[in-house]
């Protein structure tokens, strides 16, 4: 642009700001723009601009999706708060529920059941939710995770018989079961641990 157009006397103005004060830049859009293609490992586009801005836009992009993917598995790998999630989540991706389970309730019920932050015992582990009993409150001795939850607590008998009887009845696993690819089968454990909950609540109230 030639320097009679306001973006670029804009841009020119942050320039020499950041020249000014290299060593302080938060907030100069020009030293955060400067800074990303740094950590990215494009500092040449900075000083010497690109060649082809598709070329370099495609490979920006890419570089930003490996850096995310990567982060995002370190992250899930070492934190404890996400060790039953990593145990079925390996790969990066949306999963089919989130779109075909409509209703929002029972969506966001089914994601902080893989996410492990619902009301069970075995999650209680931040702040003021620290506890040393996770035992289930129903069945002495018996820890309250996830696959007690679904496949063995007899509180919830009657509502496992109504929604996932089918699919807990048969050789399978907590993680197979959060594992499949079915909408059925996912928008039935979404209900059963819906209604299950809240039936727990009632019962501890």
């Known amino acids: 642009m030639p320097m009679t157009r306001f973006p670029k006397q804009?841009?020119?103005?942050?320039?020499?700001?950041?020249?000014?004060?290299?060593?302080?830049?938060?907030?100069?859009?020009a030293g955060n723009i400067k800074h990303c293609l740094e950590s990215y490992g494009f500092q040449d586009a900075w000083t010497d601009?690109?060649?082809?801005?598709?070329?370099?836009?495609?490979?920006?992009?890419?570089?930003?999706?490996?850096?995310?993917?990567?982060?995002?598995h370190t992250k899930i790998s070492n934190s404890e708060r996400f060790s039953t999630y990593r145990s079925f989540k390996s790969i990066h991706a949306a999963e089919k529920y989130l779109n075909d389970i409509t209703i929002k309730f029972f969506r966001d019920t089914l994601i902080r059941l893989r996410f492990g932050i619902n009301?069970?015992?075995?999650?209680?582990?931040?702040?003021?939710?620290?506890?040393?009993?996770?035992?289930?409150?129903?069945c002495p001795g018996l820890l309250e995770d996830e696959s007690h939850f679904l496949f063995h607590c007899p509180v919830y008998s009657a509502i496992r018989q109504k929604y996932i009887a089918e699919f807990t009845e048969m050789p399978r696993t907590f993680n197979q079961l959060l594992e499949t690819p079915s909408t059925f089968v996912s928008r039935k454990v979404a209900m059963y641990t819906f209604y299950a909950l809240k039936f727990r609540e009632k019962l501890l109230a």
């Not at 804009?10 to 859009?29: C, P, Q, R, V, Y």
């Open 49 to 72: 601009g690109v060649a082809n801005e598709t070329s370099f836009l495609s490979a920006f992009k890419r570089k930003m999706v490996e850096r995310f993917q990567e982060e995002w």
């Open 10 to 29: 804009t841009l020119t103005m942050l320039e020499n700001d950041l020249d000014i004060h290299a060593a302080n830049s938060t907030g100069n859009w």
């Open 119 to 138: 009301e069970l015992k075995v999650n209680k582990r931040y702040g003021s939710d620290n506890v040393t009993n996770k035992n289930c409150s129903f």
